[in-house]
């Protein structure tokens, strides 16, 4: 089986969705591959109860659609969900799903992408070929567990963030866990309120802010400079939350939106965890240094006994695992080489979404780029995006 298309998206998230709606507006004709059984499987599979958008839903918007008008600023997974639903039925997105993308290469005998799929429900390889490749798995391709010594002897239960939906089964557990970003700060929280004696390691320095100072702070970003606005913000963090440095919470020296753009690392939006942190019903700890049984060492080489630990750590991209040749466009972590706003595009007709550490803002930006740039292509090549489907 071979299905021929204008342009190849792999992956069905956000990305791939929001990607579609912009080429399906200009007519310009594509498919798009998702391995899982839905679209947004990270969302709608992999992420806890309790997640919220974490920034205000203005600036969580995909592509010339915006959430209903009597939507709370804060949109929750459910209502994100319900919002990603209608958007793919208003822009016609109909991904072919449980397609798990295994090899694509560029042929240069026909100047086209190849790519090799297992149609995961009728256990057959089917062949798709394209002008245009866009890679939309995005940076969260799969849970990241970092490497410690004893952890592969722990006798306890052991998680990445992406399994845990709740604190029910913890109820009255001794329960670590390891990274203290947005999801390990969270989880940390709905851990406490479930009733487990909840620790959390913070290695590094973190910014920690309320939701309203970072929905004013990215207002104030398109009229005022990135530095007078860090400023405000880390001027307004130490109003509401005095010196966290005696609960072992550190501030970094540069700005939260500063790091966001040279790092892609987020500020810490708070939802009540600094608060237990205080109070004690959340403990600070240092990195690890060994773990041994239940028993887990820290740098400052006190132990502790442990009954769980859930890994807050991140994902790693998985795209080098498939994509043969990337028109220079990855590095070899699967992230892109160039820095963002000149990420998105590669040589040989490839590009990628939502690979800007930018969350939902940067794939909507991604989107339009790339369908845009395609548009651009077909009209210089001759017919423009109408006769697209005679060019392939």
């Not at 240069?108 to 009728?122: L, P, R, S, T």
């Not at 590094?204 to 100072?213: A, D, F, Q």
């Not at 005095?242 to 500020?267: C, E, I, M, Q």
Request: aromatic share 10%; hydrophobic share 40%.
């Amino acid at each position: 089986m071979k299905q021929e298309t204008v342009v190849l998206i792999v992956g069905a998230g956000p990305a791939g969705i929001a990607t579609c709606a912009c080429l399906n507006l200009k007519n310009i004709p594509n498919l798009v591959l998702e391995k899982d059984d839905c679209c947004a499987s990270l969302w709608r599979k992999r992420s806890y109860d309790r997640l919220k958008l974490h920034l205000a839903n203005q600036f969580c918007e995909l592509p010339y659609m915006s959430f209903p008008p009597n939507s709370p600023t804060f949109v929750s997974k459910i209502g994100f969900l319900e919002y990603l639903d209608s958007y793919i039925t208003n822009f016609s997105v109909n991904p072919l799903y449980q397609r798990a993308v295994e090899s694509a290469f560029f042929n240069y005998v026909d100047n086209k992408w190849h790519v090799k799929a297992m149609n995961v429900e009728k256990n057959i390889i089917e062949n798709y070929v394209a002008r245009f490749l866009v890679v939309a798995t995005g940076e969260n391709g799969e849970g990241f567990i970092p490497k410690i010594e004893g952890l592969d002897g722990f006798d306890g239960t052991i998680m990445h963030s992406s399994e845990y939906g709740n604190g029910k089964n913890f109820e009255g557990k001794d329960v670590l866990v390891v990274g203290c970003g947005n999801s390990g700060m969270e989880i940390a929280y709905d851990l406490s309120n479930w009733g487990a004696q909840t620790s959390i390691i913070v290695r590094s320095p973190v910014h920690i802010l309320t939701k309203e100072i970072v929905q004013m702070g990215m207002n104030l970003l398109k009229y005022i400079p990135c530095n007078i606005v860090d400023k405000t913000m880390m001027i307004l963090s130490r109003l509401i939350y005095g010196d966290l440095s005696v609960y072992g919470l550190h501030r970094p020296n540069k700005g939260p939106f500063y790091l966001k753009k040279a790092t892609g690392r987020s500020p810490v939006i708070d939802v009540g965890t600094v608060d237990q942190i205080k109070t004690g019903k959340i403990k600070v700890l240092p990195s690890i240094k060994k773990i041994k049984g239940n028993y887990v060492e820290f740098a400052d080489s006190m132990m502790e006994q442990f009954d769980a630990m859930v890994f807050a750590t991140g994902y790693k991209s998985t795209v080098t695992k498939w994509l043969k040749d990337d028109g220079v466009l990855f590095n070899e972590n699967g992230m892109p080489k160039k820095r963002s706003p000149y990420h998105w595009k590669g040589e040989k007709s490839i590009y990628c979404a939502g690979f800007a550490n930018a969350g939902l803002f940067g794939i909507s930006s991604d989107a339009k780029n790339i369908a845009e740039d395609i548009n651009t292509i077909l009209i210089q090549i001759g017919g423009g995006a109408d006769d697209a489907s005679l060019n392939i």
